[in-house]
Structures are given as C-alpha cells and as structure tokens.
C-alpha cells in the first residue's frame, strides 16, 4: 500500500475546515470560507511550416482567479477598511481612493485535525474588487449574517518553508 506522507504516519488528506488567513503580520478574526485558489493557463495554437496537417500547443498567459473571504458580519472592520482603500464614497473629490497601499500580500494557512500548521500558501498584491457589508436581511431566517471580499490577485504560491508536521502521538493513559 503506498504512503502519502513524507513522515510516514498519514495516510489522509488534510480536512477542508481548519485553516485561517493572515495579512499586515495579523490574522483576520472569523473567516469562515475561502474559495479555492486557482490559475488557468491559456494555449497558443501553432504549426510548423513543414507539418501542415497537424498543430502544435504551447503554453501562453497565465490568469489567477480572484479569491472570496467571508466571515460573519460583527463590530470589526478589517473588510471595510480595505475595501475602502479601493473606493471610500463621501471622502470627497479627489480621495474617493487611495492606490498608495489598497495591494496587499495574504498569507492562507491549513492545519491539522491536531491544530498544527500544515500548508501554507502566500498571495500576492491582493486588492478588493468586489465587498458585502451586509446580506439579504430576513425576518423568518435563523442565519448568521455574512460579509464577503473578493480579491483579485496576481499569483499565488506554495510556501515550501512549511514542512509537514510531525503529527503527535497519543497514549493510553496507565492504570
């Protein structure tokens, strides 16, 4: 049977649920969702002079995909301030944006049902396309009221100074 750990004792992948996102050095209180990350390369079509009944296909731009964070909606205001750094309506002519910082690199970090740090992946120059202050608000509804950012972003990579972790070992307790 083949073994999917470098150290040898995990055999199953990492759960989709403990994970959490970190930018300007700090992690950002209650995400509760963050979309998948992901790049789609293009191709380039082309054939050689001598080949004229069949093409060849070459790699060509790369575009990554904006990311969503949502969290529920609460007294803080990390998601507006920044969305506000791209477009602050009534800070009158000529502030409206501040293109001085609204970029910002995102750190998401995956943990282990043992709550140790696992994979990490760094995103680059992050900014807010699209914000949710607040969702549909429903009388008859039991549901928590979410907020969203939407980041456009230019690439992502694994952080490879995140080794996998040495999962601990639990005992039976001695009588």
Request: hydrophobic share 35%.
């Amino acid at each position: 049977m083949a073994q999917f750990s470098v150290n040898g004792t995990r055999y199953d992948p990492y759960k989709n649920f403990k994970f959490r996102v970190k930018w300007d050095g700090r992690y950002v209180a209650g995400i509760s969702k963050v979309s998948a990350l992901k790049r789609t390369t293009d191709m380039v079509e082309h054939r050689e002079g001598g080949d004229p009944s069949s093409s060849r296909k070459s790699p060509a731009r790369t575009k990554y995909d904006a990311i969503t964070l949502d969290r529920g909606v609460t007294h803080d205001t990390e998601f507006e301030k920044w969305a506000n750094k791209v477009w602050n309506f009534g800070a009158g002519l000529g502030a409206e944006v501040s293109l001085k910082d609204f970029r910002k690199d995102i750190i998401i970090e995956v943990y282990n049902e043992a709550g140790q740090l696992a994979i990490a992946y760094k995103v680059y120059r992050c900014w807010v396309s699209e914000y949710q202050a607040l969702p549909d608000l429903d009388a008859n509804a039991g549901a928590v009221a979410i907020q969203h950012i939407k980041l456009e972003n230019e690439g992502w990579e694994r952080d490879v100074d995140v080794v996998e972790p040495s999962e601990p070992q639990f005992t039976e307790p001695a009588n």
